[in-house]
C-alpha cells in the first residue's frame, strides 16, 4: 500500500478495511482458528498502515501473509485468497522490488498448495494463476503510484530549491553592490572631501575680509557634507545583511513530506556570503537526505547562534540506518564546513531517524 500524502492513507486504509470485512464477514463464527486468523490479519493490517511517522513495519506484513496463508489453509473457498493481494499492495512502500516480486511469489505458492488439495488440478491451476495475477496487478500498480508521488515531492524539493538558490543568489548580489557603492563612496568621494576640507582650512588662514567669511562658510559645508557621507556609507554598510532566514524559509516551503519545521531566531545576523551559503547548503541536503532516503513523515531544522558558533540541526522521524553513511552530499557538505573551520556530526540508528548537527564557529561574530 503507498501513498502520498494523509488523505491517501486514510482513503487506502479504509479500503483495505472494507475489503477484509467484505472477505471474512459472512463466514465469521463458522470456524474459531478461521476467524482467529481473520481477525489476526486485520489487527495486523491496521497496526502495519498506522500513520507512525512514516516508519514502515515489515514484521506486520510478515504476520498478515501468515494469517492470510491460515485462512486460506482453514477456508473452504478461494475467495480468502484475496488477502494476499492485500498484502501485495503494501509491499512497494515497505519493500524494494527484489524482495516484493519473490514475496508474491511465496505467497503464490502456498495458494498453489492448498488449492491443490481442495479443488481439482484444473481448477486449482486457475485460481492459483487468476491471484498470481491480482498480486502482480495490485504490486504494479502501487509501485506506479509509488514511482508518481516520489517523483512529485523530489520535483516540489527541486522547485523549493530553485526559488530558495536565486533568492540567495540575488540576496548576496544586493549585499555585493551595496558594499561596493559604500567603499566607493569612501574611497573616492570621502577622500577628495577630506582633501578639500584641509585646503579650505588653509585657505581660511590666508584669506582675509568677505573673502574669509566665503572660505569659512564653504569650510563648513564640506565639513556638512563630509559627515553625510560618512553616514550614508556607515548605512550601507550595516545594511549588508544577508536575509538567510528568508531564503531558508522558500527552501522548505512547498515540500508536501516531509512536514519541516523550521527554527530560526529572529533577527539572525549572517554578514559574511560564504557562511551564509554553506549554512544554506547543510539545510538543503538535510532536506533533500529527508525526502530521497529517509522515509520520514516529520524533519525538524533548527539554525541559530551557540556558544560556539553557529549551529545547524536537522532530525527527522524516519527509518534511520544502521549507522552514518558519507554518499556524494554528506562527504560535500563536511568539506564545505571544514573549509571554515567548522565540524560535522551525524546520528543515526534502524527506526531512530537520523540527526545533522552543524557547527560553523565564528566567535567574532556571535552576540
Known amino acids: 500500500?503507498?501513498?502520498?500524502?494523509?488523505?491517501?492513507?486514510?482513503?487506502?486504509?479504509?479500503?483495505?478495511?472494507?475489503?477484509?470485512?467484505?472477505?471474512?464477514?459472512?463466514?465469521?463464527?463458522?470456524?474459531?482458528?478461521?476467524?482467529?486468523?481473520?481477525?489476526?490479519?486485520?489487527?495486523?493490517?491496521w497496526w502495519t498502515t498506522r500513520a507512525r511517522d512514516g516508519a514502515h513495519d515489515v514484521a506486520g506484513l510478515v504476520i498478515q501473509t501468515l494469517a492470510a496463508a491460515l485462512l486460506v489453509a482453514l477456508g473452504?473457498?478461494?475467495?480468502?485468497a484475496v488477502c494476499f493481494v492485500i498484502v501485495a499492495g503494501q509491499l512497494p512502500s515497505m519493500v524494494p522490488a527484489k524482495v516484493g516480486l519473490p514475496w508474491i511469489g511465496a505467497q503464490t505458492a502456498i495458494l498453489a498448495v492448498c488449492f491443490a488439495g481442495r479443488f481439482s488440478p484444473s481448477q486449482a491451476l486457475v485460481a492459483t494463476g487468476v491471484y498470481a495475477g491480482f498480486q502482480v496487478f495490485a504490486h504494479e500498480a502501487a509501485a506506479i503510484a509509488e514511482r508518481e508521488a516520489r517523483g512529485r515531492r523530489e520535483l516540489a524539493r527541486l522547485n523549493a530549491e530553485l526559488r530558495a538558490t536565486q533568492g540567495l543568489l540575488a540576496e548576496a548580489t544586493r549585499v555585493a553592490e551595496r558594499l561596493r557603492i559604500a567603499g566607493e563612496l569612501h574611497d573616492a568621494l570621502g577622500h577628495h572631501l577630506t582633501a578639500l576640507s584641509l585646503n579650505l582650512e588653509v585657505a581660511g588662514h590666508l584669506a582675509?575680509?568677505?573673502?574669509?567669511?566665503?572660505?569659512?562658510?564653504?569650510h563648513a559645508l564640506t565639513r556638512l557634507l563630509l559627515a553625510d557621507v560618512r553616514a550614508v556609507v556607515g548605512t550601507l554598510r550595516e545594511d549588508g545583511k544577508i536575509d538567510l532566514a528568508g531564503s531558508l524559509q522558500s527552501l522548505v516551503e512547498g515540500i508536501p513530506t516531509p512536514r519541516v519545521e523550521l527554527s530560526i531566531p529572529e533577527g539572525l545576523d549572517v554578514q559574511e556570503p560564504a557562511l551564509a551559503h554553506t549554512v544554506f547548503r547543510c539545510v538543503q541536503e538535510a532536506v533533500s537526505n529527508a525526502v530521497r532516503h529517509s522515509g520520514a513523515r516529520n524533519l525538524r531544522i533548527a539554525v541559530e547562534w551557540g556558544p560556539h558558533g553557529l549551529e545547524v540541526t536537522a532530525e527527522d522521524d524516519g527509518r534511520g540506518a544502521e549507522g552514518p553513511s558519507l554518499g556524494n552530499g554528506l562527504r560535500g557538505m563536511k568539506e564545505r564546513l571544514e573549509r571554515l573551520g567548522g565540524t560535522l556530526q551525524l546520528d543515526t540508528a534502524p527506526g531512530a531517524g537520523f540527526r545533522l548537527r552543524a557547527l560553523l564557529p565564528m566567535p567574532s561574530e556571535a552576540p
Do not use: N
Open 76 to 80: 473452504s473457498t478461494a475467495l480468502d
Open 1 to 45: 500500500m503507498t501513498w502520498s500524502g494523509p488523505s491517501d492513507h486514510r482513503l487506502l486504509r479504509l479500503v483495505g478495511i472494507l475489503t477484509w470485512a467484505v472477505v471474512g464477514g459472512p463466514s465469521v463464527g463458522v470456524s474459531l482458528p478461521w476467524t482467529a486468523a481473520w481477525l489476526l490479519f486485520g489487527a495486523a493490517f
Open 208 to 218: 582675509e575680509g568677505q573673502a574669509a567669511e566665503h572660505v569659512a562658510r564653504a
